[in-house]
Nanobody, 124 residues
């Protein structure tokens, strides 16, 4: 059984930084692609970053490229999202997701397990 628990969200001023963490249970984490997906009020869900099983391949949405960094620690079953230069439009609930394949995918539908999400609010 896979369980994902996000943490690290909060309120930050524009231009600030936050680091989200996702703790994964289960023995499949180190062989699974992972992603961070966000849902803002009134907007479609957006996959913002993804990473393959080893951490050597990553994907970023254009909206966060150059500002966000995804990484993972397979020894600790953790995946991170470092968010810098935050903007009010980054305000959303951020979800961690895991897929059963080793590669990453830029498609939300390819992710099989989701966490409950953590709220990120960026004030102007």
């Amino acid at each position: 059984q896979v369980q994902l628990v996000e943490s690290g969200g909060g309120l930050v001023q524009a231009g600030g930084s936050l680091r989200l963490s996702c703790a994964a249970s289960g023995r499949t984490f180190s062989s699974s692609g992972m992603a961070w997906i966000r849902q803002a009020p009134g907007k479609e869900r957006e996959l913002v970053a993804a990473i393959n099983w080893s951490g050597k391949s990553t994907y970023y949405a254009d909206s966060v490229k150059g500002r966000f960094t995804i990484s993972r620690d397979n020894a600790k079953n953790l995946v991170y999202l470092q968010m810098n230069s935050l903007k009010p439009e980054d305000t959303a609930v951020y979800f961690c997701a895991q897929r059963q394949g080793a590669s990453y995918s830029s498609q939300q539908a390819d992710y099989d397990y989701w966490g409950q999400g953590t709220q990120v609010t960026v004030s102007s």
